[in-house]
């Protein structure tokens, strides 16, 4: 997988007034470059798609079955869902994905007098009516395969039919390769797992694109400042992107976070290279099943300046990042535009935040290569 990037040379006069801390290290004398993941986008063009990428059914622990959950997606005006269901839940009854929505009656009739082993009872004990079938193109869809690996550090799958049952998260990872598949760590904020882990476990395993950095109504706080440390040890060379799901389960879940794709038109094929690429940003409501209020137009590099172009109100844009010598995540500037004279020398990338009424927009990061390095 190659990820792509725009890169810009760029010169670097940092004062100590423009840093969060006042006592970073500065080389007048050093130059860069920012890497943009939005370089290839044609901003003329592009359509926006809201996408949830984790939710369960009665097939696991989920409290709506498959097609209420999608009929619910539909009305929010979701354009891209996966039904991501536990593996350890329904292995046994059915070792596959729940995929594709056409065939989810057929897939009702299999289990239904198999039992559930979270709640010991069958499938059709915990369902709520018989399941319906749904055609994503006729809904204006698009269907995503997907499972979510759960033993162990609980794991995202994409883009294949996997969903068996490893001894471990490294094994798991091995079988979603063999398939050509995709996978998003999940809530890492749930876990005791330190940084070094997730920064092995990205090496060894190229097709784990990013994790989780909201989860549901923010239930792992700790997620962004993980994903922080994580991209100060990977970046800039090997991007880690964020993705913000609702892990449905029941009615509180539903619409708190909208991963927005930027692509050309709604296929499998497109969202995948968005997903590889880190062609989306994310948008957190105020309150669930809120809407964008903003939306980005533009992301722009120029010689010295990364600028976002916004349409929509906005109270501030903040860039953020990683502070190796506290180890804390930092906001180093608030403005639409960040010259790299107001970056940190220790800092390998920045990330924007925008702050509205409606909520939080999140970008992807921006890598810095020190020509010096």
């Known amino acids: 997988m190659i990820f792509k990037y725009l890169v810009l040379p760029l010169s670097i006069f940092i004062t100590a007034a423009a840093c969060s801390n006042p006592d970073t290290a500065i080389d007048e004398n050093e130059t860069g470059y920012f890497l943009n993941p939005y370089e290839n986008i044609n901003w003329e063009t592009v359509q926006y798609f809201d996408a949830n990428l984790q939710a369960h059914t009665t097939l696991s622990d989920g409290s709506y079955d498959p097609h209420q959950i999608i009929d619910k997606y539909h009305e929010m005006g979701y354009h891209i869902l996966a039904l991501t269901d536990h593996d350890t839940d329904h292995h046994h009854a059915h070792p596959k994905t729940l995929y594709p929505w056409t065939e989810l009656k057929d897939v009702y009739v299999q289990v239904k007098d198999k039992i559930n082993p979270r709640y010991n009872e069958t499938y059709g004990e915990r369902a709520n009516e018989e399941w319906q079938n749904r055609n994503p193109e006729e809904l204006g869809m698009l269907a995503l395969q997907g499972s979510e690996l759960s033993f162990g550090h609980h794991i995202g799958s994409y883009f294949s039919d996997y969903a068996g049952i490893e001894v471990n998260e490294h094994r798991y990872m091995q079988e979603v390769g063999k398939r050509n598949g995709l996978a998003i760590i999940f809530h890492p904020g749930r876990y005791f797992r330190v940084a070094p882990w997730y920064v092995d476990f990205y090496r060894a395993f190229p097709h784990v694109i990013g994790q989780e950095i909201y989860n549901q109504a923010d239930r792992y706080p700790m997620d962004r400042a993980k994903w922080d440390t994580i991209l100060h040890e990977l970046m800039p060379h090997r991007p880690v992107w964020g993705f913000a799901n609702d892990d449905t389960h029941g009615t509180s879940h539903f619409g708190w976070n909208r991963n927005v794709f930027l692509i050309s038109d709604l296929t499998i094929e497109n969202v995948r290279s968005a997903m590889e690429n880190g062609h989306l940003y994310l948008y957190i409501p105020v309150e669930a099943g809120g809407r964008p ?30 502070n190796p010598e ?44 020190r020509e010096n390095n």
């Open 326 to 369: 506290n180890g804390n995540s930092e906001t180093i500037y608030k403005g639409h535009h960040l010259n790299m004279n107001n970056v940190p020398s220790s800092a390998r990338f920045v990330r924007a935040v925008i702050l509205s009424d409606g909520g939080r927009t999140y970008t992807q990061p921006f890598g810095i290569i």
């Open 293 to 322: 209020d903003v939306v980005i137009r533009n992301v722009e590099t120029d010689r010295d300046v990364l600028n976002l172009k916004i349409s929509g109100d906005y109270q501030e844009i903040q860039w953020i990042t990683h």
